[in-house]
């Protein structure tokens, strides 16, 4: 048996992938986009298929030939690229998913474990802690996408009794993030600093974030598909990140602790203020996660820092 990475060559996906290769299972990575440095010295032991979620047939044909005990649905476009291109994020999030969740379906693979995004709360929240019961009423053509996907999950879950499982994270850090997002300035400044480039930070200082470490983000998905059945009562479930969440000041003192010389400035851009203004003094609650699960964040802002560098140092091949 084997499992079965949508999005395998992503920041998240290809971290996933390696953690299951370490642990000795097959692995199969299905992307519309090859990038073979993302699992230099593990070549061998990763399987890829080529394929983009909106071509069925692709997707049913990926399935059948791996027939993975799980598929981890990572696969898709994030929030600034669906937001300037909405038609191809329908075909790729909302029908992409539909295929992958329709595919499990028809050859009874038996369990679907699903990345969302706090992008699916809206701007309008009344109270001052999200929860895992917090309305959902995204603005984006992103969370717009991402909900619908977690309804379609819980809908193959009760009718056809597939075990759906959802993550909503919030924004992942890691080195080698290409895809731009609302938040990709928490992992830009980082990286950035490392390759002596000057970086303007487009918040104001004290805008703060959540956050999480890509490491966190694919271990959370390995705590969550591990669970026993019964315990999976809310089924898709909020991660909080690092608490506290920084502020991009923070964030800054911190990557000087190592680059004292980091050209960092703070260019504010008008459209994402507009957006962060709107969840400041906002804090994220996870402890569903945690109770049904097991979830806790390993790493603090200090430590993902420091781990960001030695990956960076480390394995830079696979990040460029
Ligand atoms: N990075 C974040 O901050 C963040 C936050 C919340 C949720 N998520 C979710 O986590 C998942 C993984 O995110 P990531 O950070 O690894 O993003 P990523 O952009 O690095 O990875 C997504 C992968 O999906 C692939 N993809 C895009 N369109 C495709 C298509 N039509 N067919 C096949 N593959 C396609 C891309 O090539 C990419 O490798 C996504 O579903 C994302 O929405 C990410």
Redesign the pocket.
């Known amino acids: 048996m084997s499992f079965l990475i949508?999005?395998g060559?992503?920041?998240?996906?290809s971290e996933l992938a390696r953690m299951l290769v370490k642990k000795g299972e097959k692995v199969w990575v299905?992307?519309?986009?090859i990038v073979p440095q993302r699992f230099t010295g593990i070549e061998g032991k990763v399987t890829s298929l080529q394929?983009?979620?909106?071509n069925f047939s692709k997707i049913l044909e990926a399935v059948k030939e791996s027939s993975p005990k799980v598929i981890f649905h990572?696969?898709?476009?994030?929030s600034l690229p669906s937001n300037a291109d909405p038609q191809s994020a329908l075909a790729?999030n909302v029908v992409?998913t539909y295929h992958v969740l329709e595919a499990a379906r028809l050859f009874d693979i038996p369990k679907v474990i699903f990345?969302?995004?706090i992008a699916t709360y809206g701007l309008d929240i009344q109270k001052p802690v999200i929860n895992d019961f917090t309305l959902q009423r995204p603005i984006t053509m992103y969370g717009s996408t991402?909900v619908f996907c977690e309804l379609l999950g819980r809908f193959y879950k009760t009718k056809y009794g597939i075990d759906f499982r959802a993550v909503r994270?919030?924004?992942?850090i890691g080195p080698g993030?290409?895809?731009a997002?609302i938040?990709i300035y928490n992992a830009w400044a980082v990286e950035k600093a490392f390759y002596g480039e000057p970086y303007d930070i487009f918040v104001t200082p004290e805008t703060r974030c959540p956050v999480l470490y890509f490491k966190d983000a694919a271990r959370s998905l390995l705590l969550l598909e591990a669970a026993p059945a019964e315990a999976i009562q809310t089924v898709c479930y909020l991660l909080a990140g690092i608490k506290p969440m920084n502020s991009a000041a923070e964030l800054v003192a911190a990557i000087r602790k190592h680059f004292p010389q980091a050209i960092l400035n703070f260019k504010p851009d008008p459209l994402a203020m507009e957006f962060h203004s709107k969840s400041q003094g906002t804090t994220y609650d996870d402890s569903l996660a945690g109770k049904e699960w097991g979830w806790k964040a390993e790493y603090s802002l200090e430590g993902m820092i420091a781990n960001f560098y030695e990956e960076l140092k480390v394995n830079l091949e696979r990040y460029r």
């Open positions: 949508t999005g060559y992503g920041l998240i996906g299905l992307d519309k986009w394929a983009d979620l909106g990572l696969g898709g476009m994030l790729t992409g990345t969302s995004t991402k994270f919030p924004s992942v993030a290409k895809t997002h938040s």
